[in-house]
T-cell receptor, first 116, second 115 residues
């Protein structure tokens, strides 16, 4: 079935360690996104990418990095520079292009990161 | 994108219609209204969207006022599985340029369906 796969679902890390969250989609979507969600809050955009080899900072990019070497993949690295990394991370994708972007985002199941 | 206002929480009896309101008084003529929901600890799920006409699909109905300053999402026969946070989002479709493909999620309305 087509969809978005995030892994791992749960992740623990020690302070000072970098960690990479995986996001893969087989929907043939051009655009991909990373959001962060804290308890009781809405979603905040970290990074997004509209095409391969290009990505843009969202509202809270500090302490995070991404790459987009393949259309299907958009991994997120939470670096040691991120002061408050414990959160629920959501990856999404969408079609792009004038007239083809209905604005519908398809989300993965999320990755819950806990820093010990 | 225009700002939206939703009540923080609502209850609905199982089997009854759930009517979730959303105010978007600063909406522009080219902005659509989107609804998503998020069941606990899962990714958000698209429900429906519309511009000015009422819309209906297998999940819900969307009623948009004539002045487009508010809308209501209707779940006609709420079930326990409809318990979730519902997000109302406003944005334009088809804009070019950086950031045009992102959606801004607020805190939404937490709907509790009660047996």
């Amino acid at each position: 079935d087509g969809g978005i796969t995030q892994s791992p679902k749960y992740l623990f890390r020690k302070e000072g360690q970098n960690v990479t969250l995986s996001c893969e989609q087989n929907l043939n979507h051009d655009a991909m996104y990373w959001y962060r969600q804290d308890p009781g809050q809405g979603l905040r955009l970290i990074y997004y990418s509209q095409i391969v080899n290009d990505f843009q900072k969202g509202d809270i990019a500090e302490g995070y990095s991404v790459s987009r070497e393949k259309k299907e993949s958009f991994p997120l690295t939470v670096t040691s520079a991120q002061k408050n990394p414990t959160a629920f991370y959501l990856c999404a994708s969408s079609r792009t292009g004038l007239g083809s972007n209905t604005g519908e985002l398809f989300f993965g199941e999320g990755s819950r990161l806990t820093v010990l | 994108d225009a700002k939206t206002t939703q009540p923080p929480s609502m209850d609905c009896a199982e089997g009854r219609a759930a009517n979730l309101p959303c105010n978007h008084s600063t909406i522009s003529g080219n902005e659509y209204v989107y609804w998503y929901r998020q069941i606990h600890s899962q990714g958000p799920q698209y429900i429906i969207h519309g511009l000015k006409n009422n819309e209906t699909n297998e999940m819900a109905s969307l009623i948009i006022t004539e002045d487009r300053k508010s809308s209501t999402l209707i779940l006609p026969h709420a079930t326990l599985r409809d318990t979730a946070v519902y997000y109302c989002i406003v944005r334009a479709i088809g804009n070019s340029g950086a950031g045009s493909y992102q959606l801004t999620f607020g805190k939404g309305t937490k709907l509790s369906v009660i047996p």
